[in-house]
């Protein structure tokens, strides 16, 4: 069981150049969610899913796309990256409105 | 805007000694779940406590213990016979019952000195 993957780790763009971000979980959760952490400040929400083909904005959507047509997967797009979107980023999952379990991050730097 | 405040950025506790970091929150809301979560030099956000606010009785696991204030919206976590793997950043994040949103705190970075 190895709970929540997110690829890549870290990358650098360009700006301008667009990306996907890649998160799966095996824990066969309905919720999926997608956060930033920038640096000296907690996560902030970005888009969110409740099942597959349901997607949501969160508190901080603009510039980003997300889809869900699987329970594992939930990649999310930057299209256009911009160097106000140099973060940490941060998938999770639960099984309800409730314990969010979080995959390890990936480091991006737009350049 | 419902907001999660951690007033202390940084906290320091020698080696077996107890340390207490502050957690206050704002919600409108009669339900709701508060979390500590633990982020090492790693990123890896990890959970240490879990609080669902219709339980009066503090949660604890281990060495990790909440002072969970309903009225006063205060949530502390105390760890107790602090250990050098205990040096984190630790967030406080409040949940709704019916919001899938986690709002966080800014976090308080915890030093062990040994």
């Known amino acids: 069981n190895a709970g929540v993957t997110q690829t890549p780790k870290f990358r650098i763009l360009k700006i301008g150049q667009s990306m996907t971000l890649q998160c799966t979980q095996d824990?066969?959760?309905?919720?999926m969610y997608w956060y930033r952490q920038d640096p000296g400040m907690g996560l902030k929400l970005i888009y969110y899913?409740?099942?597959?083909?349901?997607?949501d904005k969160g508190e901080v959507p603009n510039g980003y796309n997300v889809s869900r047509s699987t329970t594992e997967d939930f990649p999310l797009r930057l299209e256009l990256a911009a160097p106000s979107q140099t973060s940490v980023y941060f998938c999770?999952?639960?099984?309800?409105?409730?314990?969010?379990?979080f995959g390890p991050g990936t480091r991006l730097t737009v350049l | 805007a419902q907001t999660v405040t951690q007033s202390q950025p940084e906290m320091s506790v020698q080696e077996a000694e107890t340390v207490t970091l502050s957690c206050t929150y704002d919600t409108s809301e009669s339900d709701y779940y508060l979390f500590w979560y633990k982020q090492p030099p790693s990123r890896q956000m990890i959970l240490v406590i879990r609080?669902?606010?219709?339980?009066?009785q503090n949660a604890t696991e281990n060495r990790f213990s909440v002072n969970f204030q309903k009225a006063a919206k205060s949530f502390s976590l105390k760890i107790s016979d602090s250990q050098l793997g205990d040096a984190a950043m630790y967030f406080c994040a409040r949940g709704g019952a019916g919001s899938y949103q986690l709002t966080f705190g800014k976090g308080t970075k915890l030093s062990v000195i040994p």
């Open positions: 899913s409740v099942g597959a083909g349901i997607t």
């Open positions: 609080q669902e606010a219709y339980k009066q």
């Open positions: 824990m066969n959760h309905n919720y």
């Open positions: 999770a999952s639960s099984y309800s409105a409730d314990t969010q379990y």
